[in-house]
């Protein structure tokens, strides 16, 4: 018998199921921190990218990247300045290899365009809702704008509502949001709801019968505004809730005589108050900013912050900044934190 098992023993020693399992390597995930959006690369630029990586069961020791699938590295570095970039589409990709020599399989990858010198940037149309409690067809232009935002994209469309009537009348109204109805208006505007289009009080639209005729309006006036091009291409980052944003503005075409200024306003959704539901809602207008940008190229960093008011609810904050030009109204460009 003790033979029998030593002879067992000694088989099983040459046996898999003997051994102990070999653990499979996790490989390890890549993604992109910072990478330049539509219209922010001219052809000559130099572009500064950022990513980052992670591996659930070792380390990240290293990045392999491509350009264009035409040059290739590997660092350990997170971030890379491409220089002097050339007219046209570009593509980045970058992956994580961990301690074992696992690549992540799919590469973070950043895609953008080196447009020409001097070239016009897709827009991003602002409406500004001119609004307050009282108004029986406001509720209907909110409708409205939520219906063609849903349809046009944030990252296309960005909508700001100034209540109007500070006081009993409408608490949501500040004396922020009512002074900047009069500086389009005048103190004499008692005409509810109405919206205006990139500052372009020509073509303001006036009432809201029902929603759907409200959007359709809408419709006629956003497509107008996106059929031209912007001089101007703008990043926003930060977060709303913590009470802190940067804006990047650069300069992609010559821009228009006049005195341009850069505004930043929070606005909030999905606000009660006297038992009604409000969207898009201006909680605080900041100090603006004029800018003195303007050769083809330049650009120019503005950072703001802000307190979160008592009663407001930071999961439902945004930030929407845009530039203007004062002297004739035009807003020139926009953009928003959570697109």
């Given amino acids: 018998m003790g033979a029998a098992l030593a002879a067992l023993a000694g088989l099983g020693a040459q046996c898999d199921w003997f051994e102990d399992p070999v653990e499979e390597n996790l490989l390890p995930d890549t993604s992109m921190v910072e990478c330049p959006g539509a219209g922010d690369v001219t052809a000559g630029d130099d572009v500064a990218l950022a990513w980052d990586g992670e591996d659930p069961?070792?380390?990240?020791?290293?990045?392999?990247?491509?350009?264009?699938?035409?040059?290739?590295?590997?660092?350990?570095?997170?971030?890379?300045?491409?220089?002097?970039?050339?007219?046209?589409?570009?593509?980045?990709?970058?992956?994580?290899?961990?301690?074992?020599?696992?690549?992540?399989?799919?590469?973070?990858?950043?895609?953008?365009?080196?447009?020409?010198p001097g070239g016009l940037v897709p827009r991003v149309v602002l409406a500004e809702l001119f609004t307050?409690?009282?108004?029986?067809?406001?509720?209907?232009?909110?409708?409205?704008l939520n219906t063609v935002l849903d349809e046009y994209g944030p990252d296309s469309l960005c909508i700001v509502a100034y209540h109007d009537l500070p006081g009993a009348a409408d608490p949501l109204a500040t004396a922020e949001t009512a002074a900047r109805i009069?500086?389009?208006?005048?103190?004499?505007?008692?005409?509810?709801?109405?919206?205006?289009f990139d500052g372009d009080v020509d073509r303001i639209v006036v009432g809201a019968l029902s929603p759907e005729t409200a959007a359709a309006a809408y419709r006629v006036e956003i497509d107008h505004r996106q059929g031209i091009g912007s001089p101007l291409s703008?990043?926003?980052?930060?977060?709303?809730?913590?009470?802190?944003?940067?804006?990047?503005?650069?300069?992609?075409?010559?821009?228009?005589?006049?005195?341009?200024?850069?505004?930043v306003v929070v606005i909030e959704d999905g606000?009660?108050?006297?038992?009604?539901?409000?969207?898009?809602?201006?909680?605080?207008?900041?100090?603006?900013?004029?800018?003195?940008?303007?050769?083809?190229?330049?650009?120019?960093?503005?950072?703001r912050s802000f307190t979160v008011g008592p009663g407001w609810n930071a999961a439902n904050l945004d930030v929407i900044a845009f530039v203007q030009n004062d002297t004739t109204k035009d807003v020139l460009q926009a953009v928003r934190l959570n697109d």
Avoid at 73 to 94: K, W, Y
Wanted: charge should be negative; include cysteine.
């Fill in 57 to 116: 069961d070792g380390a990240v020791v290293s990045y392999a990247w491509t350009f264009d699938d035409t040059i290739s590295g590997e660092t350990s570095d997170t971030e890379l300045v491409l220089e002097d970039l050339a007219e046209g589409s570009h593509v980045f990709a970058v992956a994580a290899v961990d301690n074992e020599d696992g690549v992540d399989p799919e590469p973070a990858t950043c895609s953008f365009t080196a447009g020409a």
């Fill in 132 to 144: 307050t409690r009282p108004c029986v067809n406001c509720p209907n232009a909110e409708a409205a």
């Fill in 182 to 196: 009069d500086w389009y208006m005048g103190t004499s505007w008692q005409a509810w709801p109405a919206v205006v």
């Fill in 234 to 263: 703008m990043r926003l980052e930060g977060d709303a809730g913590a009470g802190s944003v940067t804006v990047t503005v650069r300069v992609a075409d010559a821009l228009p005589a006049g005195q341009h200024v850069l505004r």
């Fill in 271 to 303: 606000v009660i108050s006297q038992s009604h539901e409000y969207d898009f809602v201006a909680r605080d207008i900041l100090d603006e900013e004029l800018l003195t940008v303007s050769a083809v190229g330049d650009s120019t960093v503005v950072e």
